[in-house]
């Protein structure tokens, strides 16, 4: 059977390359294996913050498995498997090929395709019957709405008025129309914009009279209905600004993927009560949108910590509406940082926030200090957002200590986060327990994970944390750990 010759190739290659390893890479590589042979639906749930060499168990029974089979996968892990897996497989004797691009692929070889290009070869039918393997099904949501996405740059203007030169006026008018909308709106952190559906209408409605339309312009008029965001970025030094426009819920778009089709997904997933499988809204996926047929569920989680983690969190601290949440941000990373011999990471997604507790820090700690940089000094403090430490952790050396100055609660003005908390008022759905803290509970379990694979402390200095009756929640999320009850030198 495909798992006894996976599960021997694996183990002798581990064996031969004599590396501490991820405790359930046989497990995984049967299971990979089973679901290949029986082209059933398996979901494995990792636990959070799991070593990335899991990989590897995934894909010895990928060059085995002797049927058509698709690996979709981010950048980040495109490049771990091409630079790092696959020569370990190619060292070991293992047979595995590689097709890279939406050009359909031989039948022998594993077809290696980005979200953007699975969405591609299954729209235009050249997927076949081939299974698919989803690894980071975590992020699924999120890859798939920057899969489908649609940006119009300034030049796609000029681009339309070429091809459309009888409506030149008309379009020069709209422009500016919602140019000043655009650049009329207060300035937001980041730059953003929300638009209504109002502010689009003229520009639709002329759109929908003229054809043929250049791309980007056909799949922006495609990309209608409620189920559909905009906004806009600006460029405040050249008075430059993209239109953006994506889906509320992307899976909707490849809903019956997997229907007729065995499929293996991945994932550092969060787990449900029915445990069935099913994602609620905010968590990712539910069976009837991608077409999950009675999957196989498991939980590959890690042996349980001998010691938990030490957490840092004060019962009365500011909230970070207060006047003085900066101030104190600033005094308890300076007590945090103080004595320590590792590598500190202060995570705070609000830009202003952020740059300055960087500065603060660097006046009391010198060149220690740096924002989002990968090539930290051994005691350095690293200031960075979720997003970026959530991409880059494992280019970073093990810290000693997260401190999380913000808790990872996505921003009501953040144009894409308000139209999907809007989307599910008028559902008549708990926007804030059944979006907004699932998916920070998610973000701030694998953030912090590194701790509990190297040891270390975690600070939360959001005084949300202990002042608000979720506070409880996010908190048993975090277990096993031990509180800490003051800092020493004070």
Request: proline share 8%.
């Amino acid at each position: 059977m495909l798992e006894a010759r996976a599960h021997l190739q694996l183990k002798a290659l581990l064996a031969r390359e004599g590396l501490e390893r991820w405790p359930h890479h046989l497990t995984l590589c049967r299971l990979v294996g089973r679901s290949l042979r029986r082209g059933d639906h398996t979901l494995i749930r990792l636990a959070a913050g799991s070593d990335p060499s899991w990989l590897i168990g995934l894909l010895v029974p990928l060059s085995l498995a002797g049927t058509p089979v698709a690996l979709v996968v981010g950048e980040s892990l495109r490049q771990r498997l091409l630079q790092r897996e696959w020569p370990r497989l190619r060292a070991a004797g293992v047979d595995l090929r590689c097709w890279e691009g939406a050009d359909p692929a031989p039948q022998t070889h594993l077809w290696l395709l980005s979200h953007r290009e699975l969405l591609q070869v299954w729209r235009q039918g050249t997927l076949g019957n081939r299974q698919l393997v989803i690894p980071q099904a975590e992020l699924l949501q999120d890859l798939l709405r920057e899969a489908v996405a649609v940006r119009i740059e300034p030049a796609d203007w000029d681009s339309l008025r070429r091809a459309l030169p009888l409506a030149e006026p008309s379009l020069l008018a709209l422009h500016g129309r919602l140019g000043g909308r655009v650049l009329a709106q207060p300035r937001h952190p980041e730059h953003l914009v929300a638009l209504a559906p109002e502010d689009e209408a003229p520009l639709r409605q002329l759109l929908a009279l003229l054809t043929p339309l250049p791309e980007p312009w056909s799949h922006w008029l495609r990309a209608s209905g409620p189920g559909w965001t905009s906004w806009a970025t600006v460029d405040p030094a050249l008075l430059h600004w993209q239109l953006h426009r994506q889906p509320l819920a992307p899976l909707a778009e490849v809903e019956g993927l997997l229907q007729g089709r065995g499929a293996v997904l991945v994932g550092e997933l969060p787990r449900t009560s029915a445990g069935s499988g099913r994602w609620r809204e905010g968590h990712g996926f539910g069976e009837g949108d991608l077409g999950l047929q009675a999957p196989v569920v498991v939980d590959l989680g890690d042996p349980p910590l001998a010691d938990p983690i030490p957490l840092y969190c004060p019962v009365r601290q500011p909230l970070p509406n207060s006047p003085h949440f900066g101030d104190h941000l600033l005094d308890q990373c300076r007590r945090l940082v103080l004595a320590q011999a590792g590598l500190t990471v202060v995570l705070v997604d609000d830009p202003a926030l952020r740059l300055g507790l960087a500065s603060g820090l660097a006046a009391e700690f010198g060149s220690r200090v740096g924002h989002a940089c990968t090539a930290p000094e051994a005691n350095g403090v690293v200031c960075a957002s979720w997003s970026w430490w959530l991409e880059n952790q494992e280019r970073l050396p093990l810290p000693v200590q997260v401190v999380v100055a913000l808790l990872p609660i996505a921003s009501l003005e953040d144009p894409l986060t308000a139209a999907r908390v809007a989307s599910l008022r008028r559902q008549g759905g708990d926007w804030f327990r059944g979006l907004l803290l699932p998916e920070a509970i998610n973000r701030l379990q694998r953030g912090v994970a590194s701790l509990r694979r190297g040891g270390g402390r975690l600070a939360v200095l959001d005084g949300r944390l202990r002042g608000r009756d979720w506070g409880g929640t996010v908190l048993a999320a975090l277990d096993p750990w031990v509180q800490l009850s003051r800092l020493l030198p004070d």
